[in-house]
């Protein structure tokens, strides 16, 4: 059975709550947007599995010509020295590409376990019946669950090697900031010598790029305005998709391929108590595919403090899968001698805590007011430390090993913790 593959994003789908106070959010912004992470419900997955078959839809064979026709070198970038690892997928699907490595890697009698990470026991359940029946020798351990969680619990369950794949370019349906920021975590999550295959829709021929999104058939068009119906299946909402027309750009210097709804008349929508208008015209913003230059990667993976290892076009040179490869100083336990920016980023989290109880809307300029004299990353950091407070309390580690230190799932081996000011509650 062919399943799609879903985007980063989709990890959120399971809470019904966030789902109409995102939609209800979006639709009363200005310009009004919808997320394209709510675009694979059931009947969006099917329309997803057609888009990916269609002629036009470039993106899936290319990369498919990379994991069929290139495994052994694919092979060679990810696979640790003489080491056993783990092969960790998000948003995994079908796995229809990867399946391709894993023979490979099972046939040269690799010492690794695949992970497939996905949202949706459903299919994770159905990847694992299909790896059991093709590759028996394959050992298989499905993780449901939003990415970074299962990455913690992926590092609990042992403390092997880590490569993980993030294909299809999914990274291009968040926007750059949204990039930065996820790969920039991702990095903080995993450990010194652990390594990422990541999957980029390359800048190419406009109307190549345009044609892919924009078909003939309006099998893109039917992805989009599924969102509609999807509100009005779960919503209660009283959208006329006929009454909306599925508008497609790609501008060229920027990489930028965006979709948006126009609504064809003045119409006011229904949704639950809530109504939302809309003039002749008007847009909603859809989704963005964003399509890369190699200077764009190349600045990504700076930013996110990724070495680069290598990497691999397919035949037609439009996508390119990459490897990057984690690499933090070892630190010695000297302590707060190494923690001069750990020591700003303390005071910016407390502070932070204090003001946020009065200040809830000014969270972010106050975070970064306090790191303001610290380096660049220091504010994207103290902006992870917000959002993950676990992830900083192990930045503590002694080792200086930024990954996955000091928790239960300890992988520096390090017995000492770093002192932890006694006014800093985790
Ligand atoms: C999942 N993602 C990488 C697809 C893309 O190319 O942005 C989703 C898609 N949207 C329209 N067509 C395909």
């Not at 993950?388 to 200086?400: A, D, H, I, L, W």
Request: proline fraction near 4%; charge should be neutral.
């Amino acid at each position: 059975m062919n399943l799609q593959l879903k985007p980063h994003a989709m990890v959120e789908n399971r809470h019904a709550g966030s789902f109409r106070l995102d939609i209800l959010q979006g639709l009363k912004s200005i310009p009004k947007r919808l997320s394209s992470k709510y675009f694979y419900d059931k009947e969006g997955d099917r329309i997803f599995q057609e888009i990916m078959a269609m002629p036009e839809y470039y993106l899936t064979q290319c990369e498919l010509d990379i994991f069929k026709n290139k495994t052994a070198d694919l092979a060679n970038l990810i696979i640790p020295e003489n080491e056993p690892f783990d092969l960790i997928e998000l948003g995994a699907g079908d796995a229809m590409k990867s399946t391709f490595l894993l023979r490979y890697l099972v046939e040269k009698k690799t010492d690794f376990t695949y992970m497939p990470i996905d949202i949706s026991g459903n299919i994770l359940s159905i990847l694992n019946e299909k790896l059991t029946r093709e590759l028996p020798d394959l050992k298989t351990v499905t993780l449901e669950g939003e990415y970074f969680e299962m990455l913690q619990k992926a590092a609990s369950l042992s403390d092997r090697k880590k490569v993980i794949l993030f294909l299809g370019s999914n990274i291009g349906n968040m926007n750059i900031e949204e990039a930065e920021n996820f790969l920039y975590d991702l990095n903080q999550n995993l450990a010194s010598g652990d390594k990422l295959l990541i999957g980029f829709d390359l800048k190419k021929n406009p109307h190549t790029i345009l044609n892919a999104y924009n078909d003939k058939n309006g099998i893109t068009a039917a992805f989009n305005l599924n969102l509609l119906s999807r509100i009005n299946r779960e919503l209660g909402a009283d959208f006329d998709p006929q009454q909306f027309q599925h508008y497609q750009t790609y501008d060229p210097v920027s990489g930028a391929c965006r979709s948006f709804l126009v609504s064809l008349q003045d119409q006011t929508i229904r949704i639950g108590e809530d109504r939302i208008s809309f003039e002749e015209n008007e847009l909603i913003d859809m989704e963005v595919s964003q399509k890369f230059s190699t200077e764009k990667i190349e600045e990504l993976r700076e930013k996110s403090d990724f070495k680069r290892v290598g990497e691999i076009k397919d035949s037609k040179n439009w996508f390119v899968d990459t490897v990057w490869e984690v690499k933090k100083e070892i630190r010695s336990p000297t302590y707060l001698s190494d923690y001069t920016d750990s020591a700003i980023l303390i005071k910016s989290f407390n502070l932070l805590n204090q003001r946020e109880q009065k200040h809830k809307n000014q969270s972010n300029s106050v975070t970064k007011t306090q790191a303001h004299d610290s380096k660049h990353s220091n504010i994207r950091f103290s902006k992870t430390i917000r959002r993950y407070p676990e992830t900083f309390r192990r930045n503590m580690c002694p080792s200086g090993n930024r990954g996955l230190c000091c928790t239960a799932h300890c992988r520096c081996k390090s017995s000492e913790m770093a002192p932890r000011p006694h006014h800093l509650v985790f």
